[in-house]
């Protein structure tokens, strides 16, 4: 079947309904298949995308823009997202038919009320789902500042969902696959839950759960945590749980549809609902944070790989000198990322397979930033080796089950295959949950180490270059984005170099300025630099003269550094403008350097550096 490509010619209004901008020289109809490369089409009132549409975002964002109304899938329409995109529209954005994320890729839904701002009666903004959402491994759809009416399925496989901003209801049904994170922060009614196997975190910011709201399928692996509770309890009757505050005030109320009893933990952090183990509160972990494995990885032993999991005293492991050794204590951890005052300090770290060498690790490996791997024969922790491409901070988890196997000695376990540190007891096994009660032995790196502890210096920066090298040969590349767009009374307006952009009437003194977004010693190994840059920015100029950046950039922005002609954002920066404003001109300095994933780099002539020497 042939596809349409949605291709603006140069200067031309990018218009979904313009025969002009396809590639078939006409609208895709019912029945046809579409595609949106690294675009964002307009779509005018009244029109119904009833096609095969595919967003393909992976270069740069694309998405739909509602030209000043909703947007419609109708129910014979099938939406699939890949990459970054954005869905933004005023009213409504309504879903009837299938929309996919696929693995990895992410979709930011905002409904602005638009045209109906201040008629009385005016229906809050919401999008719409009367189909099936799929939300693949890996992939996050947001909703932000917009109501949520689910009517129909939102099947997350892997996938994260957050609602911010906005209430959920609508009667539909939301399954939580394995690995899967939900977020709600507000309010939660006619809404169905429903847990399957693996382990699934849902985070009820608000905990007012209005009437028809079930929940089912929760296992001793999955949890509800609810952050607003501090010294909350529960109160069963019958299928019927009631979530009550310290001072036993109901706050809501939901449907239990498991027989089983649930588990209710409470702290600092919040109340945690389980069928069967308690989380961690942020407030036990905040002063702790031990290195360890991600629930899942598998361990080599002498009968083949295991869960890290699965492992207790007594059990046998291979170490990556060959010898077979006793786990004489092993422990464990949840956190709530959500409620975790530093989460950056313990989102495991995502090692893709062959990101160290060829069949190195043998597949995803995840661990915890301070974990440690042994690479050209020092320890060098996770959070090191960070590049943004195939070594990747999972900034969308919500939840995280760690897990950490001590030996006799400190030494090297196979983790998929890469060569990983066992516990070391420097103090911190109060961090864990032990199955197994244990001494405190009270080690140090310099004695007791297996191996020299890199955190810095000429070595570090060898380690990462090899990385940077490695990933380049896996077809990965640094290009410049220059995806940057001014979003101002509710329209979206690419910025072109050069060029005067014209503000949209009602603009209300207020723009803000959209990019990607990097961190330079993620594409750098040379660089220390962990900041979220998004572009910079070095002159603002209107009809009636030029503005002062450092005044104009008032959110969003890091501070403009001394002698330094621009400032950068953060990726999503708002911008003060004068009220009457009608023409705005933008100068950027410097981009964002992003990576990107191109053919296969076989035959490229980068030679494999085997930096995992046992």
Known sequence: MTTDLFQPPSGAVADWSAAWNWSGASVPGAGGTAE???????????????????????QATAGLTGNGGAITLAAAARLDIAGHVDLYACDEIMAAGAMTLEGGSSADVVVDIGALTGLPGAAAPQFTNAGTITVGTGATLSVGGTAFDNAGAV??????LVVDGGALSGGGTIALGDGTSVRVTDAVSSQTFEFGPGRATLTLADPFLGANVTIGGLSGNDAILLPSLAGGSIRESGATVSLLDAQGHVEGRFTSADAAPLFAATGPGGLSLTAGIATETAAATASTNPPCYARGTMILTPNGLRPVETLAAGDRVVTAAGHVVPVIWTGSRVLDLTTHPAPEQVQPISFAAGSLAPGLPARRLRLSPDHALLLDGVLVPARFLVNGATIC??????????????????????????????????????????????????????????????????????????????????????????????????????????????????????AFLHSSRFVPGCIDPASDDRRQLG???????????????????????????????????????????????????VRLAAFPQLWRRVESAVGSGVEAVHLCRF
């Open 36 to 58: 949106i490369d690294g675009a964002s089409a307009l779509v005018d009132p009244g029109v119904t995308i009833a096609n095969t549409l595919r967003l393909d975002g992976q």
């Open 155 to 160: 099947n997350l496989a892997g996938g994260t």
């Open 393 to 510: 901070r999972e900034e969308a988890c919500l939840a995280i089950s760690y897990h950490h196997v001590e030996l006799v000695r400190h030494d090297l376990l196979l983790a998929e295959g890469a060569p990983c540190e066992s516990y070391l007891d420097t103090g911190n096994r109060a961090g864990f949950a032990a199955s197994e009660t244990c001494i405190v032995r009270g080690l140090n790196w310099d004695r007791d180490a297996c191996a020299p502890l890199c955190t810095g210096g000429a070595r570090l920066r060898a380690i990462r270059e090899t990385l940077h090298a490695r990933a380049q040969a896996l077809g990965f590349m640094v290009e410049t984005s220059d995806d940057a767009a001014l979003w101002a009374g509710g329209a979206v307006m690419p910025l072109v170099p050069g060029e005067w952009i014209a503000l949209p009437p009602g603009h209300g003194g207020k």
């Open 535 to 585: 572009v910079a920015l070095a002159e603002l100029r209107t009809e009636t003269g030029p503005l002062d950046i450092a005044a104009s950039a008032v959110r969003g922005f890091h501070p403009q550094a001394p002698g330094d002609q621009a400032i950068w954002s953060t990726g999503h920066g708002e911008l003060r403008l004068p009220a009457g404003a009608t023409r705005l001109f």
